[in-house]
């Protein structure tokens, strides 16, 4: 499993706790982040991976984006078929919980690197619920599958989070760099494949200096 800090503002300084935590990538949640806040996050975070959150998402902005050194974009599935056709940049697909089974099954076709699954019921904890979702979409997808977590995580909310098959937890930079680190430890601890899930390669962000990975075991389960 990946840690991904969210960024809600644009600020340098904010950008350091990426780094303070060890994080696997950033991610900016401002949808009009210019591509000078991204060069500036870019810079600031060296080598791990820079994503952006971008609504309305077209060639032109897509264009400025890559230029300004981002990795990875988060875009809905509202934005021009065009844009899938874009080399350099990763590209994740951002779902609704309610979205059909037959297009969830369809979004294997794409080219897409993962899906986001939006997480809009605010409860301060992971719901049985959210479980049953995630694990439904992990079924159906043959590709990584992220979410947002709304607050502070449990090591027995992040294991059933693993268990369910989730490949990137994405988590708040309000959060202090002590707390962060508290997380990405939880995760590294861990089991290895202590999950039930379809087979694939080891999960990866893309970046300009190659790819952020977590591998798979290789040691087959019992299904």
């Keep these: ?3 991904v800090v ?8 904010e950008f350091k706790i990426v780094t303070d935590v060890n994080a696997d990538a950033g991610l900016i949640l401002s949808e009009d982040a210019s591509g000078e806040v991204v060069k500036e996050m870019v810079e600031a975070v060296r080598d791990i991976p820079v994503g952006v959150s971008a609504k309305g998402l077209d060639e032109k902005r897509m264009d400025e984006l890559a230029g ?14 065009a844009v899938l056709h874009k080399g350099k940049v990763g590209k994740f697909l951002t779902i609704e919980p309610s979205l059909d ?3 969830v099954r369809a979004i294997n076709s794409l080219e897409v690197d993962g899906v986001f699954v939006s997480s809009k019921g605010g409860e301060p904890f992971v719901a049985v619920e959210h ?6 979409f992990v079924e159906l997808l043959e590709k990584p599958v992220v979410v947002a977590l709304s607050s502070l995580v449990t090591k027995d909310e992040l294991t059933s989070l693993w268990q369910a098959g989730i490949d990137v937890v994405v988590t708040s930079s ?8 508290e997380v990405k430890k939880m995760i590294s601890d861990l089991p290895r494949r202590s999950r039930s899930r379809r087979a694939k390669m080891g999960v990866a962000l893309p970046s300009h200096g190659g790819l952020v990975s977590t591998e798979e075991d290789e ?4 299904v």
């Design 219 to 222: 040691e087959q389960e019992d």
């Design 101 to 103: 089974q037959g297009l």
């Design 68 to 81: 300004a050194g981002c990795d990875f974009v988060v875009f809905d599935i509202k934005i021009a078929a």
């Design 6 to 13: 969210g960024l809600s503002g644009t600020q340098v300084k």
């Design 131 to 136: 479980l049953l979702v995630y694990r439904r």
């Design 1 to 3: 499993m990946l840690l």
């Design 174 to 181: 309000s959060q202090s760099a002590t707390t962060l680190g």
